[in-house]
């Protein structure tokens, strides 16, 4: 049975960071004077030019702008390995475990500080210079690290591309971001299987618009035959191998990009989120010390991938700030075994562990006895992220992995955050299970209805957050327009986060979900707008409409309404061929969990399709369907009742 309320523990008490005595000051002192407070944590990092201002931002309709630390200059990439040489040259940095569970192996800081010059020189030789904008579509090894950390070293702009994506998402993200160099590897491997990285980036590379790439710099991993174009490619161990394996760090203003990551919307394409130096590394690495309550001596171990945001904050930026000594884990939670988590925790002496709802429901999904064959004893802390943990996955999360012994931190933050709002400290916050608790120093989150009235005390509404945090993007590429009109129209003078919430008696947040056309599968951000243009690019594809339904382990599936162009008899065959086109076009994180053939779908009168039908319809929730009267063709309904599939 899930209790509602679980006390921090004594031990972990007695050794945390922060109390909640210490919380509830800091907070308080945080949003009251948020300039001398963000002046002190600024100092955590080493400056080359100390900052001199600290907060200078505008959340204002058609003025929004957001500085922090902004006549200071620092290097990312010295405050990540630098400035832990003197001490700490051979302490070991990234533990490297392999898809198979044969291959590990550790470095040391020193070793990656080697690394790292070594890459960032190859690609100053490869003409990359301060400001230009660098794709990386790697697997998760140690190289994806060493190609990032080489971009900040050299004041080059990363652009990490998810090792999942198909070569036309690759495009796109190229065309957009203007990339000269992309950086991959000959295949990633993944559960058992190897994913053909090389050739994804040869087919992207040959699309038409496709034009500012250079070079392409390729890494060896499986040693897998590619396709190699002398006039283009370049091996990583080519051009590294005579390069000095020191490389002075560029001097950046606070202000200058560290990286774009692009990441999906409401409408239109995905749009490129923009974060800066010397804020983002100051939020990623101070929310990382303090959430995850890390000592020296912690492992710690974030099994998330490099190509979302919490692979950026939470494995290359943060801990590597911080000095820790962390996991790098290549595979997934569920190969060669479901034990592999509690596997690798024993075998590393894990201490602290983040990861994902949507792995923890398919472990829990398997049983308990694959955790009866592994300790766990040395787990401290344990994390959660990208999608509302249900109570269930909490529960068996807390008992099954974490002994009952372990805080659950419930981190909400998005690609546009940089870093962790809300979410428990350790030895500070009483948890409940399914809640995100509250939030972290300086962020001043609030309820807004849908007029943009703020709400008060125990209520539902939508997230907003006040005023600007170090870590919050700051634009996104190339369009602040689209920046303003995202974030800050829908609600003036505030940062409207998409999501909903409810806060309850405690004050404490508990968020519900996206309430915009945003799907969130597996703790992947899909927007359906994106999915459907996938799917009317297909010839035998006239209309479609995409929205989310529950799904046990996903959290969310994708249910797509299609109606096929005249003439065209949809069948089985049909149906493969559409599945099989969206996960090329897009990427299989993108595949359609079902795909509703239909001859119309529920429109008003002028001609918009009607979605809050079309997800009560998906959720099995026909039943209470709302008012219809708007509908141009009311009988289109029946119809898709009729030929539900999800029952
Ligand atoms: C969206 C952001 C933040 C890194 C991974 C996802 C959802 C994220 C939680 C949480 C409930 C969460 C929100 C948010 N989300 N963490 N702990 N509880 N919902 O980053 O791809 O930018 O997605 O993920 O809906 O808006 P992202």
Known sequence: MTKNLYPVPQAVKDRALISNEDYLAMYQESVANPDSFWAEHGKRLDWIKPFTQVKNTCFEPNKV?????????????????????????????????????????????????????????????????????????????????????ACARIGAVHSVIFGGFSPNAIADRIVDSQAKVIITADEARRGGRTVPL?????????????????????????????????????????????????????????????????TSGSTGKPKGVMHTTGGYLTYASMTQEFIFDIHPDDIYWCAADVGWITGHSYIV????????????????????????????????????????????????????????TNKRDTLRVMGSVGEPINPEAWNWYYENIGNSQCPIVDTWWQTETGGIMITPLPGATDLKPGSATRPFFGVQPALADADGNLLEGAIDGNLVILDSWPGQARTIYGDHERFEQTYFST????????DGARRDEDGYFWITGRVDDVLNVSGHRLGTAEIESALVAHESIAEAAVVGYPHDIKGQGIYVYVTPVEGIEADEELTKAVRNWVRKELSPIATPDLIHWTTGLPKTRSGKIMRRILRKIAANEHQALGDTSTLADPSVVDDLIENRLNR
């Open 65 to 149: 702008s957001i500085k922090w630390f902004e006549d200071g200059l620092l290097n990312a990439s010295y405050n990540c390995i630098d400035r832990h040489l003197k001490d700490n040259a051979n302490k070991t940095a990234l533990i490297f475990e392999g898809d198979s569970p044969e291959v590990s192996y550790s470095v040391t800081y020193q070793q990656v500080h080697d690394n790292v010059a070594k890459i960032a020189n190859g690609l100053k030789k490869l003409g990359v210079e301060k400001g230009d904008r660098v794709a990386v579509y790697m697997p998760m090894t140690l190289d994806a690290i060493y190609a990032m950390q």
């Open 198 to 262: 090389k050739a994804n980036v040869d087919e992207a590379l040959a699309r038409k618009d496709v034009t500012s790439i250079t070079h392409c710099l390729v890494f060896k991993n499986t040693q897998a035959d590619v396709d190699f174009d002398p006039a283009i490619d370049v091996w990583a161990h080519e051009l590294t191998a005579d390069l000095p394996a020191v490389c002075e760090p560029e001097a950046m203003n606070a202000e200058d990009p560290l990286f774009i990551l692009y």
């Open 317 to 372: 930026y943060g801990p590597m700030a911080n000095g820790c000594t962390q996991v790098i884990f290549e595979g997934v939670p569920t190969y060669p075994s479901s034990s592999r988590i509690g596997d690798v925790v024993d075998k590393h002496q894990v201490t602290v562990l983040y990861t994902a709802p949507t792995a923890i429901r398919a472990l829990m999904a398997k049983g308990d006895e694959p955790y009866a």
């Open 491 to 498: 609600y003036a003078n505030r940062y409207f986060t998409g």
